[in-house]
């Protein structure tokens, strides 16, 4: 699938995201919310869902440091490959946050939220309560 391809089935996804929101599926026969990437009710297997937007802000649960940027990350310098659980719904999402060099920098339980979205997908970055 290209890139275009991607973008056009997740535009939804990614609007939100570029809004800082994460879009969820909420399963209308069994009420499971999950991320809207997802096609079929994990719990029962239903494709039948209403969309829901929730805040992106988050706690982080793990992550990956990348040092050396892999083909297709060129274009940056170190970052973290994070979980996160988001603060305002029972699920978990994973972005890239860039900037992060040493486990110091991103402690467990650190607070992210997303900022948008663009071809490695999406972009967190430490959340600040002033915002």
Known sequence: MSENEIFG??????????????LANKCKKCNHIMLETVLFCEKCFSKD???????????????TIQAVAPEGF???DSY???VFQLESAPI?????????KTPEDLPLGTRVQ????NKHGLIL???NNQQ
């Open 9 to 22: 089935v997740r535009h939804k996804f990614i609007e939100s995201a570029n809004n800082s929101k994460i």
């Open 49 to 63: 869902f209403s969309l829901i937007e929730f805040p992106s802000v988050g706690t982080v649960e793990t992550f």
């Open 74 to 76: 060129e274009d940056v």
């Open 80 to 82: 973290a490959w994070v």
């Open 92 to 100: 978990k999402a994973s972005g890239f946050l860039p900037g992060i």
């Open 114 to 117: 997303v900022k948008g979205f």
């Open 125 to 127: 970055e430490k959340y």
